[in-house]
C-alpha cells in the first residue's frame, strides 16, 4: 500500500509518517504540494493526506485538483486544516468525495478514517 503524506509542518510529516510505516506501509512525504502534484501523477498512490493550507494552494482551487487527483491517481484523499472551514468548502470537500480532518491531528483518528476506509492497520 502507498501513501503520500504532504505538509509543510516537519512535525506533522514525523508522525503520520511514522505510524503508517509501522504498519508496514510504504510512505512518502512532500513539504510542497506543487511537489505532491508531481509525485501523483507520476505514481499511482493508495492514499494521499495533505495539508490544504500549504504554501501554493488555495482551498477552492486545491478541493477541485483533489477531486481530480483522487478520481484518476490514488483512492483516497484525506484533507487536513488548521482552520474552520466555511461551508461552501465542506461542500466542496464533500462534493469531490475528499475526508476532512481538523488539525490537531490524532494519530488514532487518522488510523481509524483509514480502517473504515478499508486500508488495514495495526493500530
Not at 4 to 33: P, Q
Not at 72 to 90: K, L, Q
Not at 100 to 112: G, H, Q, R, S, T
Request: proline letters at 2%; aromatic letters at 10%.
Amino acid at each position: 500500500m502507498k501513501i503520500l503524506i504532504a505538509d509543510y509542518e516537519e512535525s506533522i510529516l514525523t508522525s503520520i509518517s511514522h505510524a503508517f510505516r509501522k504498519n508496514e506501509f510504504e510512505v512518502k512525504t512532500c513539504n510542497e504540494f506543487e511537489q505532491a502534484v508531481d509525485e501523483l501523477v507520476t505514481s499511482w498512490h493508495d492514499l494521499f493526506i495533505t495539508d490544504i493550507d500549504m504554501p501554493g494552494a488555495s482551498v477552492f482551487k486545491g478541493l477541485e485538483l483533489l477531486g481530480f487527483i483522487k478520481r484518476h491517481f490514488c483512492s483516497e484523499v484525506i484533507v487536513m486544516s488548521d482552520y474552520d472551514w466555511r461551508e461552501s468548502e465542506a461542500d466542496l470537500c464533500k462534493l469531490n468525495g475528499l475526508i476532512y480532518i481538523k488539525k490537531p491531528l490524532n494519530i488514532k483518528e487518522v488510523l481509524a478514517i483509514c480502517e473504515g476506509i478499508k486500508i488495514p492497520v495495526i493500530g
